[in-house]
């Protein structure tokens, strides 16, 4: 297996190997002399640009290998404990340390005595770090229920947050697990296995190898686990069938020993389970079946600051992403799930380290919806677009990834990370949608969509590093690759009728299309750095290419000869886009004492050419020149007390389905069509963090203030026609329809901030968390020509009270309330505000004979929305059950879910053209018994 995933990663011949060494040491509690377990010890080169980490055994003891010639520090970390810093210098043979003695905080050892707490975080650089002990949860707990209880962290609808920002990754013990989706890797390990849990920017290897910001980082999650959990067997099994034919099946098995490690996860259920992000639902074809969209949609590519990423922009607006780059909800109405997965790590001898995944899903999904839009109009009308749908999709997802670390000498290293994914989608959406105007209707659809759609994604990322003998001379390159393949077909059936004007005019669509989009990138980034006075230098290079081709055609019906045969040259349409940049660049990093500061700056080069072959023939070259700066500074106030600001710039190219001028009709009532002659954005990104920890108080506060600022901002003109519009040849825009293009705007400005604080509540034995939202957003667009500002404006408050009394008594209760103001600069009548809140108190209860008690309780308020979509429900879940057979492994239980049969589910949206209020089916009231079993070995 070692040397197959070797080979499929990529075949090299590496034969270099040179002397390396190993450096041991104990950390020890300065009052009884005994070894710290499960201390976190840190051993960075001496320009902090490569970090290695790694936590004490039971004894106290810890050991690198594979370390090369060189000045390190050495920092030992223990809640409760005053940090530990050490030089040390490898010279020509391996080292023990004797003795690390860590001195406890006095003042945290006077309300241990006095009140026995626990500090629940302290602060180490950029890192937060929370200690799992002093947020006790149930028995049966996984890493989300854990991280639940844990300040400026929110999990709600599949999607994990962390002081505010998006969870790209979980790590376990800084390995990775289950590539780059939180929600399986939470829900897989118990929380009983943890020790410690990281929140922290992670930034791309070849930064944290030069020490210089790319902009690449991640928000990640690592997950310390106990020094007595490392060598076992656990997870849980389960099974339960219920009322209505409900039933769900599943578990996760974990098999840990040393440096190997084994996890395989499982389930089946029809109750809308979904333990995976939407990655494996929307994989590499898109929106799906449901989706009215058009099938493929992906965003532009991002230039500049570390290379090309495939899909989307940067910054806070949620569409143009490829599904690969985000993490989003779960999906809408009511799926069925099957799924399977398995995680691998090891080290393989003294020189490799491996980590990869596989998981395979198929969900099938039904959702009923409807939705009000009330367009942004300058006529002094108002018009509103109605729609109620039933759609129907299958996906068939498998994902692979790999990553592979070679420690060639101790002087060069290779990071090999590549990653597949195939995906097979089918789907089905009826649809009736209407427009009307002062009340008066306009036109309507009556529709029926099919897709059949698949396609595959593969990306490899490679980097080489290499250290000099002199201490800060590196060289680093990196290449990535990227090929993605789509192609599939649809069918559109549809009636559309327009009333204006005193008459009824009927048009009806019969007709299919095929698609097909391939698309390649190849990126390479040269790095190198030197030590230049009291700090250092770097010198970058990096060329970017990436080749887009988009190629639909659409044939309406013959009824001469009963086929698909007429080329409709209005919906048909060839064509490819061939992006490249180059940029040069140099920035320079000081350090002194608890500064540090560093700024670069970059000169870009791109071209952008658009190329049509059909329906007519044309090439669009356009050249744009940049200056990309960026600077970064962090300031360590005190041990812990820590400030950084963030400034950086890039660019973003739009994308094939944004240049290709073709009209996309999924929704005769609602087209859309590219734009070849588009512009590249550059953005401006500033953000602020402020973290610190009170180990005297067990408190924790974190803050955040950032921004993003847009110029050529790729935004949309919509058309909303006054009178019935032919399109092109043969596609008719009725009276009141709207019809969509992407365009360059001028500034599109967003601001967002974040504060939160954690402190225990003695007197409850609970914590509480508070904390602080506010968003600005100011979006341009175009509607008839004339140019439309919408503001939207949102300010939060959430509060959480987690109990911290016993293993018996588990509880957190939690309540988020967001206000929101909507303007523009069209129709400033059509202002508004809305409001919605969401409360939650989840209870468990273990009591008499193993007796346990369960309930959830989530009620909703919205106010300020369309008519008829203003909701106040409670959705409450129960279960009773019962633990028996040796240790209590297995559990019994009865559930019932929405208890009150109230559950529904509310969205709105908010555009430059326009207000959406959205309502879709959710799943109702069954019961259900479940038998549970815990899996626990821990003595291998």
């Not at 999607?159 to 829900?187: H, I, M, Y």
């Not at 409807?370 to 129907?392: M, P």
């Not at 350090?591 to 059909?614: I, K, P």
């Amino acid at each position: 297996m070692k040397y197959f995933l070797a080979i499929c990663a990529l075949s090299l011949s590496l034969t270099a190997f040179g002397q390396t060494y190993s450096l041991s040491g104990t950390a020890l509690d300065s009052a009884n002399q005994e070894g710290l377990a499960s201390a976190y010890v840190i051993l960075s080169t001496v320009n902090e640009g490569n970090q290695l980490a790694t936590i004490t055994n039971e004894k106290g003891e810890f050991r690198f290998e594979k370390l090369s010639s060189g000045g390190y520090k050495l920092t030992i970390t223990y809640v409760g404990y005053k940090p530990l810093e050490k030089w040390i210098m490898m010279r020509d043979s391996d080292r023990t340390l004797e003795k690390l003695v860590l001195a406890a905080s006095t003042a945290t050892l006077d309300e241990v005595e006095v009140q026995g707490q626990v500090v629940q975080s302290i602060q180490k650089g950029d890192t937060t770090e929370y200690n799992a002990k002093a947020f006790k949860t149930n028995p049966d707990a996984d890493a989300e229920g854990l991280l639940k209880k844990l300040p400026g962290v929110v999990i709600q609808n599949g999607t994990v947050q962390a002081q505010g920002e998006d969870v790209k990754q979980v790590l376990v013990d800084g390995k990775e697990f289950f590539g780059n989706d939180p929600t399986l890797a939470l829900r897989t390990l118990p929380a009983e296995v943890i020790d410690k849990i990281q929140i922290y920017d992670r930034q791309s290897d070849q930064a944290q190898f030069t020490g210089f910001d790319d902009g690449e980082t991640a928000k990640t999650i690592n997950i310390v686990t106990r020094a007595d959990r490392r060598n076992g067997q656990f997870g849980k099994v389960y099974a339960g069938y219920g009322y209505n034919n409900k039933y769900q099946l599943g578990g996760n098995v974990n098999i840990f020993k040393e440096d190997t490690r084994l996890s395989f996860i499982g389930q089946a259920n029809n109750i809308n389970q979904q333990n995976f992000a939407m990655e494996d639902l929307l994989g590499v074809v898109g929106g799906g079946g449901g989706s009215r969209r058009g099938g493929f949609r992906g965003g532009g590519g991002r230039g500049g600051r570390g290379g090309f990423s495939p899909g989307g922009s940067g910054g806070f607006r949620g569409g143009g992403g490829s599904a690969g780059d985000f993490l989003v909800g779960q999906q809408n109405g009511i799926s069925t799930t099957n799924a399977f997965g398995f995680n691998y790590t090891d080290t393989w001898g003294k020189n490799w380290d491996v980590s990869g995944s596989y998981f395979f899903n198929n969900s099938s999904n039904d959702a009923v919806e409807s939705l009000n839009r009330t367009y942004f109009l300058d006529q002094g009308a108002t018009q509103e677009y109605a729609e109620n749908s039933q759609s129907y999709s299958d996906n068939f997802n498998h994902r692979l990834n790999l990553r592979m670390e070679y420690q060639i000498d101790s002087s060069n290293s290779l990071i090999i990370q590549p990653r597949v994914s195939f995906q097979q989608n089918r789907g089905t959406t009826l649809q009736y949608g209407s427009t009307e105007q002062d009340g008066q209707l306009l036109n309507q659809t009556d529709n029926e969509y099919r897709s059949d759609l698949g396609g595959y994604d593969f990306s490899n990322s490679l980097l080489y590093r290499h250290r000099f003998a002199k201490q800060g001379r590196t060289f680093s390159a990196r290449l990535n690759t990227t090929i993605n393949h789509q192609d599939g077909a649809s069918n559109l059936s549809a009636v559309n009728q327009s009333f204006g004007q005193n008459r009824a005019l009927n048009d009806s669509l019969d007709q299919v299309a095929d698609y097909l989009r391939n698309g390649w990138a190849m990126g390479a980034n040269l790095n190198y750095t030197e030590p230049l006075g009291p700090g250092m230098m770097q010198l970058s290079y990096g060329a970017n290419v990436r080749r887009e081709l988009s190629d639909k055609k659409t044939y309406d019906f013959d009824e001469a000869t009963q086929q698909y045969a007429l080329l409709d040259t209005t919906l048909t349409n060839e064509f490819s886009s061939l992006y490249i940049t180059q940029e040069i660049g140099t920035g320079y990093r000081y350090r002194t004492g608890a500064l540090m500061f560093s700024a670069d700056v970059e000169y870009q080069w791109a071209n952008l050419s658009s190329d049509q072959v059909f329906p007519s023939e044309f090439v669009l070259n356009r050249s744009f020149t940049n200056l990309l700066p960026s600077a970064m500074l962090r300031y360590e106030i005190s041990d812990s007390k820590n400030l950084r600001l963030f400034y950086r710039t890039n660019t973003n190219a739009p994308s094939v389905t944004q240049l290709q001028e073709v009209v996309d009709n999924s929704n005769p009532l609602q087209l859309s069509i590219g734009n070849p002659a588009l512009d590249q954005e550059y953005q401006h990104s500033l953000f602020l963090r402020y973290s610190s920890s009170n180990t005297d108080k067990s408190s924790t506060f974190f803050a955040m203030l950032g921004g993003t600022l847009k110029d050529n901002y790729i935004s949309n003109s919509t058309l909303i026609a006054e009178q019935d519009t032919l399109i092109g040849e043969a596609v008719l825009l009725a009276e009141g329809g709207q019809l969509s293009q992407s365009v360059n705007m001028g500034q599109q400005q967003s601001l967002r901030s974040f504060i939160t604080y954690g402190t225990p509540i003695a007197a409850l034995k609970s914590n509480l968390n508070l904390n602080l939202t506010g968003s600005l957003s100011q979006s341009p667009g175009l509607i008839n020509g004339q140019e439309n500002k919408a503001v939207n404006t949102n300010a939060g408050f959430g509060v959480v009270l987690s109990s911290n009394i016993s293993e018996n008594v588990d509880f957190t209760i939690s309540s988020n309330s967001s206000y929101n103001w909507v303007t523009n600069t069209i129709r400033p009548e059509l202002d508004d505000q809305y409001f919605n809140q969401s409360t939650n108190a989840d209870l468990t209860l273990i009591f008499w004979k193993g007796m346990v008690f369960r309930t959830q309780l989530n009620h909703q308020l919205y106010s300020g929305l369309s008519a008829g979509y203003d909701q106040n429900f409670l959705l409450w879940n129960m279960s009773v059950g019962k633990k028996f057979l040796k240790d209590r492994k297995g559990e019994l239980k009865l559930t019932v879910f929405d208890l009150l049969k109230q559950n529904q589910s509310i969205q709105r949206n908010v555009t430059e053209a326009y207000i959406e209020d959205t309502q879709t089916q959710v799943l109702q009231q069954y019961a259900m018994l479940t038998f549970t079993y815990q899996l626990r070995n821990f003595k291998l």
